[in-house]
């Protein structure tokens, strides 16, 4: 059975850091996609960063140059370094692993959710 278990979310103010953790069992993440959703109250769920399995990273627009996502293979752990945090940060934040190298095919496992907020 998988478990995706998120932690690190919390409450900082504007232009403040956080460092999300994902730690997988019963997956192996090596090879595969996997990364952070996040989904803010009244909005849609959206891609925030991924790993695909041949290690390229993608990340949407709005955190560019702000985030960054990285794993440990060998703990099956999946990070998310925020930066320079703002208000339009504040969601809900989902660890998601897929079955394939590529993000294209979609995520199959998702974890509970971390929360973050943000004050300003």
């Known amino acids: 059975q998988v478990q995706l278990v998120g932690s690190g979310g919390g409450s900082v103010q504007a232009g403040g850091s956080l460092r999300l953790s994902c730690v997988a069992s019963?997956?192996?993440?090596?090879?595969?996609?996997w990364g952070w959703f996040r989904q803010a109250p009244g909005k849609e769920r959206e891609e925030v960063a991924v790993i695909q399995g041949d290690g390229s990273t993608k990340y949407a627009d709005s955190v560019k140059g702000r985030f960054t996502i990285s794993q440990d293979n060998n703990k099956n752990r999946l990070y998310l370094q925020m930066n320079s945090l703002n208000a339009e940060d504040t969601a809900m934040y989902y660890c998601a692993a897929g079955l394939f190298r590529s993000c294209r095919y979609g995520m199959s496992y998702w974890g509970k959710g971390t929360l973050v907020t943000i004050s300003s």
């Open positions: 019963g997956y192996t993440a090596s090879n595969r996609c």
